[in-house]
């Protein structure tokens, strides 16, 4: 199939999907057609926390929950193959002088020291917060409530 006729191709599969959709009463969680404009506000710059060092740790609400990040993570989020500021207060050598909770044993290797590198990409599992109302409802109520380790 060359180019041009791979995409009319692709426009008609959408076009018949779309169909579908419309005229099954088949609706997506967000509430409106699918191919209505996001929904989704713009990006939210203010991070319920503040710098790291004067907040609180959120609970968990279950057990094996990646604990939420309590602080803003503006200027330190951009995780690189040599460079991850995260680690310059969560590891097992510098947290007890930055006075951050060190990461758990669970993400480093057998010495103890050295991060698993299946935990390197800490914002994949650990998130910030944001004050913005829930894009869509739920009835989440977790566990009771974990205690909060530091
Ligand atoms: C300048 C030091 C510093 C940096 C950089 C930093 N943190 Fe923190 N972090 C802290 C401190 C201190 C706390 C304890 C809460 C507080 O006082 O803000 C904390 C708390 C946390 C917690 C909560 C742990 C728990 O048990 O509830 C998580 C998760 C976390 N940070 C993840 C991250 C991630 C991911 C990054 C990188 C994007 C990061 N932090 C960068 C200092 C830092
Ligand atoms: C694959 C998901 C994942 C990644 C990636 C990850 N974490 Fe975690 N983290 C967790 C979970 C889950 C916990 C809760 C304890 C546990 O089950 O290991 C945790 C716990 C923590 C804690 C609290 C310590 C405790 O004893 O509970 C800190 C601090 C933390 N992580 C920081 C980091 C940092 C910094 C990075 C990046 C270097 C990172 N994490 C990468 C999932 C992850």
């Known amino acids: 199939m060359n180019m041009p006729t791979k995409m009319a191709a692709l426009a008609a599969a959408a076009a018949v999907l779309y169909g579908c959709a419309h005229f099954s009463g088949v609706s997506s969680l967000r509430g409106v057609d699918v191919a209505a404009v996001d929904k989704a506000p713009a990006e939210q710059k203010v991070y319920v926390g503040k710098r790291p060092g004067v907040g609180q740790l959120i609970a968990r609400t279950f057990d ?27 590891s097992p050598e510098t947290a007890k002088a930055k006075n951050a909770p060190v990461v758990a044993d669970t993400h480093l290797v057998a010495d103890k020291h050295t991060i698993n590198d299946a935990r390197y990409q800490c914002n994949t599992c650990h998130v910030p917060q944001v004050d913005a109302p829930p894009l869509i409802a739920n009835s989440f109520v977790g566990t009771p409530s974990q205690p909060v380790k530091r």
Do not use: K, R, S
């Open 64 to 90: 094996g929950q990646p604990p939420l990040v309590p602080h803003a993570v503006d200027n330190f989020d951009e995780i690189t193959v040599t460079d991850n500021q995260c680690l310059e207060c969560h």
